[in-house]
């Protein structure tokens, strides 16, 4: 679902119906930053980067100290970027409406439009970068506006590798295992979630047996809020991110989505409420934030986490404030998260057991680089890179 459709399909009435499409797929206690910046530094990530530019910064309470903030990075955009990929700290992609699709290569200093031409109708939610040249975008929508697009050439052209012909679906997210084999998921089709999947980079896709997928609950979906709702680690496990149903719910595959098992989540469900976005570093520790999108309103539970594969959930003992839509761990980190909304920033250093404020700025997902270099984009073209 989008978040600017919020829910996959905001297409049923009632609530959801009355709010801006762009929501449908989607729909602070106080840690100083000094503390936050040691965590940053113990995940190997270096706080005032020489030779980094001057730019504006957003920040909480106690933001800037020891360097430590989201730089704005201008983009020249006004779309709502709810994809986003970071290959480095000097290479990033972000996507969103309006067909726009963004490329930096000198740290968002300078940003390229390389979207798709006669894509302005779509809304790209999710994008997954290979390197500075290869990318891969997805669009939300129901029926055909369902479609995957690849380029090889930093975006100076595109190929379309895939557009659903089933008119229920609305795909919502993708994920990859590595640069060839990956996932893209759709709302309950016949009762069930569908995924396709690929294993050449996005090239083709194939629809997967829906054998091994359990029944959804009735009025269950995901949320193509921030590209997260569908998340891998390793070379062969995923999980599912669900709401809308009786309960929201964790759906997790060994076996690159060929057979999965539903879990219960603490996080609480409704017609705008569920799991938003998962991360997971490793096949055991996970965590889940979402909440009920309401912005400016509190969200109770709005993270939970996993030492067991999304086996089992437990709720955060101090989760963040309201509503969140995106959350990355932190390169290299064993306990380490940052979990971002409408609302602001909140980073965990215990594991996502607790959570702290760290900036109030809108941003709608975030992504980490491997080795360095985290992101995060919004609203209004609005992207910052982790100082």
Known sequence: MSQGTLRSPLRRGGLLASWPMRLRGTLRRTATVGLF????????????AAGA???????????????????LRPTGSTARLRGLSAVSRTTAWASGSGGTVLRTTDGGATWASV???????????????????????????????????????????????????HPATFYDCMTFFDA??????????????????TSDGGRHWNVLPSDGMPAALPGEFAFAASGQCLTSAGRSDAWIATGGGA????LHSTDRGRTWTATESTLPTGEAAGVFALA??????????????????PSPRAAARSTDGGASW???????PAYRSGVVWLPSSARTAIAVGPTGTDVTTDAGRTWQPFDTGSYDTVDCATRAGCWAAGEQGRVARLR
């Open 53 to 71: 530019e001057p730019r504006a910064t957003e920040s909480g309470p106690h933001g800037g100290l020891h360097g430590t903030a989201w730089d």
């Open 115 to 165: 979207g798709p031409p006669g894509t302005e109708a779509l809304e790209f939610r999710d994008i997954e970068a290979f390197d500075a040249k290869r990318a891969v975008a997805l669009s939300i929508g129901t029926g055909e506006d369902s479609r995957v697009y690849r380029t090889d050439d930093g975006g100076r052209s595109w190929t379309e590798t895939f557009r659903s012909d």
């Open 180 to 197: 060839r084999n990956g996932l893209a998921l759709s709302d309950p089709v016949d009762g069930k979630f569908r995924l396709v999947s």
């Open 247 to 250: 309960t929201a719910r964790v």
């Open 37 to 48: 910046a040691a965590a940053l530094a113990g995940a190997g990530l270096q706080t005032g």
């Open 280 to 297: 997971f570093r490793d096949r055991a520790h996970g965590i889940a934030v979402g909440g009920d999108f309401n912005p400016g309103a």
């Open 314 to 320: 437990t709720q955060a003992n101090q989760p963040p």
